[in-house]
């Protein structure tokens, strides 16, 4: 049973756009949230989070959005920019500081000139 | 960020011979640490959560003996595959558990990838 879901396995934006990329989670536990972008052939980089307690969390060009009620959240970049182009995972994880985050399985972004 | 280092960053081994990933956190210490493999254009594939002090505890249909973690210190965990064989090439990566802000949450923080290639 997957927990995390990126429905989307990859997205195009035009250069100077608004870059959207959507996660889906099942377990009402979760209350921590993540987000990392991974170049080919590199580690993933961490990103952004944000808590349960709030709805909203942004970091420069980079804003997460979290619905409880709907179990979503998305990640916006903007303006978009070539190095943008990667692959983003979002991951979520419970309180219990032994839970192990769970990550979705990507959404790779093409930005294009 | 935090950082982790892994090494060594590539690695082309004949089959049969047994080859040795190193995963540090260089500025933190991390009790758990965790193993990665990724197959191309595919997701992240948790093999491992490696644990110091302790075992590893694996992932349903992770061989144990085949992918052996130590976890020696607060700053540095191993995954050593033993008997390679051309399946097993692959993209390793570690990442390594780190808590910070109040309340304490989690972040994981990971390593560039070793490249696996078994003759």
């Known amino acids: 049973d997957q927990q995390v879901k990126q429905n989307s396995p990859s997205l195009s934006v035009q250069e100077g756009r608004i870059s959207i990329l959507n996660c889906d989670y099942t377990n009402s536990m979760f209350d921590y949230f993540l987000w990392y972008k991974k170049y080919p052939a590199e580690g993933p980089t961490f990103l952004i989070s944000i808590s349960s307690i709030k709805d909203k969390n942004e970091d420069g060009r980079f804003t997460v959005f979290l619905n409880k009620s709907a179990k979503h959240l998305s990640l916006h970049i903007v303006p978009s920019q070539p190095g943008d182009s990667a692959v983003y995972f979002c991951?979520?994880?419970?309180?219990?500081?032994?839970?192990?985050?769970?990550f979705g399985k990507g959404t790779r972004l093409h930005i294009l000139p | 960020g935090a950082v982790v280092s892994q090494h060594p960053s590539w690695v082309i081994c004949k089959s049969g011979t047994s080859v040795k990933i190193e995963c540090r956190s260089l500025?933190?210490?991390?009790?758990?640490m965790f193993w990665y493999r990724q197959f191309p254009k595919q997701s992240l594939m948790l093999m491992a959560t490696?644990?110091?002090?302790?075992?590893?505890?694996?992932e349903q249909g992770v061989e144990k003996d085949k992918f052996l973690i130590n976890h020696a210190s607060l700053t540095l965990s191993t995954l050593t595959v033993t008997s390679a064989h051309p399946e097993d090439s692959s993209f390793y990566i570690c990442?390594?558990?780190?808590?910070?802000?109040?309340?304490?949450?989690?972040?994981?923080?990971f390593g560039p990838g070793t490249r696996l290639l078994v003759l």
């Open positions: 500025d933190f210490q991390a009790t758990t």
């Open positions: 490696s644990n110091e002090g302790s075992k590893a505890t694996y």
């Open positions: 991951a979520a994880s419970r309180m219990n500081r032994d839970d192990k985050i769970i």
């Open positions: 990442s390594a558990r780190h808590f910070r802000g109040a309340p304490r949450r989690e972040t994981q923080y």
